[in-house]
């Protein structure tokens, strides 16, 4: 089946730098792919949505140049987080849709991104 | 807009207990439902999932049917195990470049 493979799964990170987050579809080709956000014992929050060769559309109220995201191919998105502080700690989860035909969504396995 | 609605718990049930865990939903046309399980520390995995009115996802020993009348996708499972301790998500999609919309989860525990 469909795999999506996140790295890294752990990260720590002093406050004021940048962290980038990978989001690989192994097996397919993912036009679209999403990335999340949630926070201890909530739901997930969709931050954006990133399309292959332009621009992510951002959800409300997400800021575009803390959460900076690259689409640059079928296979990777990235998720910078620059300038981070701790109140950026959270669990980052991606997903991607299979450009071949739909179906469904396939996540990774998140990042546990810790700033100190 | 589309939503998804389902029960919140926190849902406390013994091994070999039935389980049932609500989902509606609210959408225009024929979404795709969904229901997602994540494990602690981990991210989120299908568990099943089904396309048109009437279909009936399953696997693992859950199940749950796309109702139309009702819009509903309710989770159930005969005989829980205390590996089925996780939180599960109902959610629904289109495809394309929309996103899925999620419930807010639902808790589960399941006590040996």
């Known amino acids: 089946g469909a795999v999506v493979s996140q790295h890294p799964s752990r990260v720590i990170c002093k406050s004021g730098t940048s962290v980038k987050i990978e989001c690989r579809s192994l097996d397919f080709q993912a036009t679209t792919m999403f990335w999340y956000r949630q926070f201890p014992k909530k739901s997930l929050m969709l931050m954006a949505t990133?399309?292959?060769?332009?621009?992510?559309?951002?959800e409300q109220g997400v800021e575009k140049d803390k959460f900076l995201i690259n689409h640059a191919s079928l296979t990777l998105s990235t998720l910078t987080v620059t300038s981070a502080h701790p109140e950026d700690s959270s669990f980052y989860i991606c997903?991607?849709?299979?450009?071949?035909?739909?179906?469904?969504?396939?996540f990774g396995s998140g990042t546990r991104l810790t700033v100190v | 807009g589309n939503s998804v609605t389902q029960m919140e718990g926190p849902v406390t049930l013994s091994e070999e207990a039935f389980l049932t865990i609500n989902c509606t939903y609210t959408?225009?046309?024929?979404?795709?439902l969904f229901w997602y399980v994540q494990y602690p520390g981990e991210g989120l995995q299908l568990l099943l999932k089904a396309t048109k009115a009437d279909d009936k996802g399953s696997n693992k020993g859950f199940e749950a049917t796309y109702r139309k009348e009702t819009t509903s996708f309710h989770l159930e499972k005969g005989s829980v195990q205390v590996s089925d301790s996780a939180v599960y998500f109902c959610a629904l999609g289109r495809g394309g470049s929309e996103k899925l919309v999620f419930g807010k989860g639902t808790k589960l525990t399941v006590n040996p």
């Open positions: 990133s399309n292959e060769g332009s621009k992510a559309t951002y």
């Open positions: 997903s991607a849709r299979d450009a071949a035909g739909f179906d469904g969504y396939t």
């Open positions: 959408a225009t046309g024929y979404p795709s």
